[in-house]
């Protein structure tokens, strides 16, 4: 008993301990991205941009490293306080992006994408509030691009770099259906012709040829680079990796933080031939793909000279190209969107390396992408996620049912059975040995197995962790609506009790952002442990009694979807080993307990 007694406090304490990270960690924490999506709703509202600035060029700096340990490109173009996007934009000549998920433009000095929106998506569920704005020019304080260029030798003359001002036929416009051509003379006899294109959906396709007229033999060298000057608002949990990241050959997936590059500013990776690296948002990400087939040089950077800045970049090995002679390589430039169907594509179409990786599976992958896609058929199916998780928690229940049905069989055999566990009890006293062989030949003879009851929460545990998964990952999940009050299931219950679900008006702390789902999830807990008798041990019966309730307030800060399949699954278990129990002739204790507890407060009361 005394063992048994240690321990339940044991678990009590850890429920402490959780609460205590609820109230100081987690409820601070969400009140802290609130504020910092609405100060990014009201930046993004001031410096809405246009996309059509094609004004005079005023040719900037940017970074100071080149990839694979050059140091060719140029300096650090500080940043303009409070330079708006129309002006920055209206800083260098541009030729104007417009797709059906993205509008923009490529900054003609540099041949850079450091201008583009994303037309899907907004800051948050209001359809009126401002677009998701990915990248944005080098001069303002989030200035992110992505850009592409050459290093050359000394004796081949200049390369196109970041301060390279391409030239272009005017009134080009980059679609899915209209590439568009740039090209620069180096003055020494080498001709850079690159040719732009986009897909309807997130991926530039740069396909460069390098003509060389010179006598001479040139020695030519890619690099790509995806920087981004300011360190994001990230979730900062385990289950999610935002910073940079890549699949570098061999080396297979690398997962940067950003706190890991500025410990360490530099670091690199091994010589590969295929895979891709760049920097990854919860839903966003923009990464470039080097040519495949030929070797690259790949690292992670920090910079802090002159202007900090966070940068993945690659650089490829130099080709020679004779006089006369040209050569053609291409270069991906993913910028957008983390949405699976169009991850896997590009991962088909193009043969790049784990591309589907930029999406944060985690190590049970083997579990969240079939729950992923059974949600999304389900989704296609039904028009409304919501219904799919509930649908989703009806197939999982039924693919687990033999094995539920066992261990629900024995439950209540294990109550048919009390009585005669009782009389061994009874029988021998502290003869603690005595007593636990007794019990082992009484569950022997009645064919009982004392932990199968453990069973259906434990499968419950692989399944609820591979849907929080799917619903805080997956851009699939993000606003998505369910019925009435739920018009985003990646995000949590927006009721409270404490102010009766709005009709008070004021707002609560976050802490006791206690909504509907939550209770209604913490009311089928209630129901589902009272189908079993109350332990007669006093720490034991407490808790007992709190679980649900200490669960609803953990529950209440996870994704509605999450605790609606919760309260969900949880009403399909109590139907479940309802159905069970009876057909056994084992006594449900539901009653029975609800009327002990009113028993139990009319005596206090008295």
Not at 49 to 55: H, K, L, Q, V, W
Not at 148 to 154: E, R
Not at 311 to 330: E, L, P, V
Request: proline share 7%; with cysteine; glycine share 8%.
């Amino acid at each position: 008993m005394e063992n048994n007694r240690n321990y339940f406090v044991a678990i009590l304490l850890s429920v402490l301990v959780l609460i205590a990270w609820q109230f100081f960690y987690v409820s601070p924490k969400i009140e802290r991205e609130r504020q910092a999506a609405e100060m990014l709703q009201e930046q993004q509202a001031a410096t809405q941009p246009n996309a059509t600035g094609t004004d005079t060029v005023t040719p900037g700096t940017v970074d100071g490293s080149a990839p694979g340990g050059e140091t060719a490109l140029p300096g650090v173009v500080a940043p303009q306080a409070g330079l708006s996007l129309e002006d920055a934009l209206a800083q260098s000549e541009r030729i104007v992006i417009d797709t059906p998920s993205l509008s923009g433009s490529i900054n003609l000095t540099g041949a850079r994408i450091d201008d583009l929106l994303l037309k899907e998506y907004h800051v948050d569920v209001d359809p009126q509030s401002p677009r998701i704005q990915l990248f944005s020019p080098a001069q303002q304080d989030n200035g992110y691009f992505a850009e592409v260029g050459f290093i050359t030798d000394a004796a081949s003359g200049p390369a196109p770099g970041p301060d390279t001002v391409w030239s272009a036929e005017p009134g080009q416009q980059l679609t899915p259906d209209s590439p568009v051509t740039l090209t620069y003379d180096n003055g020494s006899g080498l001709v850079f012709t690159r040719t732009i294109s986009v897909d309807e959906h997130y991926l530039f396709q740069f396909e460069d040829t390098i003509a060389n007229s010179s006598e001479q033999t040139a020695s030519v060298a890619g690099y790509g680079r995806v920087t981004r000057f300011y360190r994001p608002d990230t979730q900062g949990i385990y289950v999610l990796h935002e910073g940079l990241i890549g699949v570098i050959g061999d080396e297979g997936l690398q997962e940067i933080d950003y706190s890991d590059v500025e410990e360490t500013p530099i670091i690199p990776q091994p010589k590969a031939t295929a895979g891709w690296m760049g920097i990854t948002d919860k839903y966003w990400a923009a990464a470039l793909v080097p040519p495949q087939g030929a070797g690259f040089d790949t690292r992670f950077a920090y910079f802090t000279d002159g202007r900090t800045r966070y940068q993945a970049d690659f650089k490829t090995d130099a080709q020679a190209i004779t006089s006369g002679n040209s050569a053609t390589t291409t270069t991906l430039v993913f910028a957008g969107a983390k949405e699976v169907p169009v991850i896997e594509g590009y991962q088909d179409q193009f043969n790049i390396l784990n591309f589907d990786l930029m999406i944060d599976w985690g190590w049970f992958y083997f579990i969240t992408k079939p729950m992923f896609w059974l949600i999304d058929y389900l989704f296609r199916l039904f028009g409304n996620f919501g219904v799919a998780i509930l649908a989703t928690t009806v197939i999982v229940k039924l693919i687990f049912f033999p094995l539920a049905n066992k261990s629900y069989v024995s439950m209540a055999n294990m109550k048919k059975v009390q009585p005669k566990l009782e009389e061994l009890k009874a029988k021998h006293g502290d003869d603690r040995m005595a007593l636990q062989q007794g019990m082992m030949e009484l569950y022997k003879k009645e064919k009982i197995n004392p932990v199968a009851g453990c069973w259906p929460v434990l499968l419950q545990i692989p399944v609820f962790f591979a849907l929080y998964k799917v619903l805080y990952v997956t851009i699939e999940m993000r606003h998505a609506p369910f019925f009435g009050w739920i018009q985003d299931l990646s995000a949590p219950d927006p009721t409270s009790l404490f102010n009766l679900f709005g009709l008070l008006p004021y707002d609560v702390p976050s802490f006791l952002m206690i909504g509907v789902w939550p209770l209604i999830m913490g009311i089928t807990m209630f129901i589902q442990m009272r189908m079993n008798p109350t332990p007669p041990d006093p720490t034991q019966a407490m808790i007992f009694t709190w679980m649900p309730v200490v669960f609803t307030f953990m529950l209440a800060t996870f994704p509605a979807g999450l605790v609606i399949y919760w309260a969900w699954n949880n009403t399909l278990s109590v139907l479940q080993q309802g159905v069970i129990m009876k057909r056994q002739g084992a006594k449900i204790e539901l009653w029975d307990n609800l009327a002990g507890m009113f028993k139990r407060k009319d005596k206090q009361k008295t």
